[in-house]
């Protein structure tokens, strides 16, 4: 069900996670998931693995509620790990006509899957950890030297809040509508692919509809309490970096420095 996917939703817990710099996981997820595509070798693939193991226990975010964030983009893995499989080079190990499966290919497959996963996991994490508020002040915070050139930083870091925000009610609404019009005697589950592309119909336009309702809400709230873009503008909760922000930096470093020796010493499989 729509209701299960758990990605934009944020928990309030007191983990170590939780109590870092919104600025500092900005950035540590950055060189995270550049990281992440530098992993050549599978002992460089486990040590980013295990550093996401480890991000999962330090949130003190349930397990399950990061399965659920993967069920949105499950299909799409699996069709990017099939495509690799038969997209390797070198000699097959298995062949009938013009597919066929080498051990290239199944080391693409492996490392595509690891990646994706790693990477939802991480982001997820941010969302999960950190609040909208948060966010927006971290990234206005990090864009601020882009209001020299008259960038609108503020209304940017509103806006990409607002967005994170919106997807969990958004998911909630549309899960409403669904069963609602499956009250009404809706047929969602049959037909070919046409036909369950017409069902949605019903589905989009009231969801469309209650989407810029919302928005149109938003917009009358922020006026009615004067709100005129980030001049002049002060904070509740002022962010800063603790020693626990360092000991996040160290070990993100140490292990980016491990991957790169991996990659240096051992042989890489793709």
Same mark, same amino acid.
């Given at each position: 069900?729509?209701?299960?996917?758990? %990605?934009?939703? $944020?928990?309030?817990?007191?983990?170590?996670?939780?109590?870092?710099?919104?600025? /500092?996981?900005?950035?540590?997820?950055?060189?995270?998931?550049?990281?992440?595509?530098? =992993? %050549?070798?599978?002992?460089?693939? +486990?040590?980013?693995?295990?550093?996401?193991?480890?991000?999962?226990? #330090?949130?003190?975010?349930?397990?399950?509620? $990061?399965?659920?964030?993967?069920?949105?983009?499950?299909?799409?893995?699996?069709?990017? *790990?099939? +495509?690799?499989?038969?997209?390797?080079?070198?000699?097959?190990?298995?062949?009938?006509?013009?597919?066929?499966?080498? #051990?290239?290919?199944?080391?693409?497959?492996?490392?595509?899957?690891?990646?994706?996963?790693?990477?939802?996991?991480?982001?997820?994490?941010?969302?999960?950890?950190?609040?909208?508020?948060?966010?927006?002040?971290?990234?206005?915070?990090?864009?601020?030297?882009?209001?020299?050139?008259?960038?609108?930083?503020?209304?940017?870091?509103?806006?990409? *809040?607002?967005? #994170? @925000? %919106?997807?969990?009610? #958004?998911?909630?609404? =549309?899960?409403?509508?669904? !069963? /609602?019009?499956? /009250?009404?005697?809706?047929?969602?589950?049959?037909?070919?692919?046409? !036909?369950?592309?017409? !069902?949605?119909?019903?589905?989009?336009?009231?969801?469309?509809?209650?989407?810029?309702?919302? /928005?149109?809400?938003?917009?009358?709230?922020?006026?009615?309490?004067?709100? @005129?873009?980030?001049?002049?503008? =002060?904070?509740?909760?002022?962010?800063?970096? *603790?020693?626990?922000? !360092?000991?996040?930096?160290?070990?993100?470093?140490?292990?980016?420095?491990?991957?790169?020796?991996?990659?240096?010493?051992?042989?890489?499989?793709?």
């Amino acid at each position: 069900m729509v209701r299960d996917v758990a %990605f934009g939703q $944020y928990f309030s817990e007191k983990s170590v996670i939780h109590r870092l710099d919104p600025r /500092a996981k900005i950035l540590l997820l950055i060189a995270y998931l550049v990281i992440i595509f530098c =992993t %050549f070798n599978y002992f460089s693939l +486990l040590i980013v693995t295990i550093f996401t193991v480890l991000m999962i226990m #330090l949130s003190g975010v349930s397990p399950k509620f $990061y399965f659920k964030s993967l069920k949105v983009i499950i299909f799409i893995v699996i069709i990017t *790990s099939v +495509l690799n499989l038969f997209y390797g080079t070198g000699e097959p190990l298995w062949q009938w006509g013009v597919l066929k499966i080498t #051990l290239n290919g199944i080391n693409r497959a492996v490392f595509v899957t690891v990646r994706i996963v790693c990477l939802i996991i991480a982001s997820s994490c941010l969302t999960f950890t950190t609040s909208p508020t948060e966010l927006t002040d971290a990234i206005e915070r990090l864009m601020k030297p882009l209001n020299k050139i008259h960038f609108p930083v503020h209304e940017i870091a509103m806006m990409m *809040s607002l967005a #994170l @925000r %919106f997807v969990p009610t #958004l998911l909630e609404e =549309t899960d409403k509508i669904m !069963a /609602a019009q499956k /009250a009404r005697g809706a047929d969602m589950d049959s037909g070919n692919l046409i !036909a369950r592309a017409k !069902a949605l119909i019903p589905i989009l336009i009231p969801l469309f509809v209650s989407a810029f309702r919302r /928005a149109y809400d938003i917009a009358t709230a922020m006026e009615c309490r004067c709100y @005129r873009g980030g001049s002049g503008r =002060t904070k509740m909760k002022s962010i800063h970096m *603790s020693m626990r922000d !360092a000991v996040a930096f160290v070990l993100t470093a140490l292990m980016i420095l491990g991957v790169i020796l991996c990659n240096l010493f051992i042989t890489a499989v793709i």
